[in-house]
């Protein structure tokens, strides 16, 4: 049963939901800097920890331009 990496706890099959390679409650996949619940896939991420697109993950960590839909011409390590 793999764990939860935002609460830690066990994660069931009916309340999973995988992103970022670990498994997550459905509750759990939020922004870390907003709370927005996030889909799988459609987010953006930061040392691990999960984050929305817009606005949090371009104020944050994007290059501060308008013009760009989405994160996956950018990858920043
Ligand atoms: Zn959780
Ligand atoms: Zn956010």
Same mark, same amino acid.
Not at 12 to 22: D, I, M, P, Q, V
Not at 34 to 47: D, I, K, Q, W, Y
């Given at each position: 049963?793999?764990?939860?990496?935002? !609460?830690?706890?066990?994660v069931?099959?009916a #309340?999973?939901?995988?992103? &970022? +390679?670990?498994?997550?409650? +459905?509750?759990? &996949?939020?922004? @870390?800097?907003?709370?927005?619940?996030? %889909?799988? $896939?459609?987010?953006? #991420?930061? #040392? $691990?920890?999960?984050y929305?697109?817009?606005? !949090?993950?371009?104020a944050?960590?994007g290059? +501060? $331009?308008? +013009?760009? $839909?989405g994160s @996956?011409?950018? %990858?920043?390590?």
């Amino acid at each position: 049963m793999p764990n939860c990496p935002k !609460c830690d706890k066990p994660v069931y099959f009916a #309340e999973r939901k995988t992103s &970022l +390679g670990k498994d997550w409650h +459905g509750s759990c &996949l939020r922004c @870390e800097k907003c709370n927005r619940t996030l %889909v799988p $896939g459609s987010h953006a #991420e930061h #040392e $691990g920890k999960p984050y929305c697109n817009q606005p !949090c993950y371009s104020a944050l960590f994007g290059p +501060g $331009g308008f +013009g760009r $839909g989405g994160s @996956e011409s950018y %990858v920043y390590k």
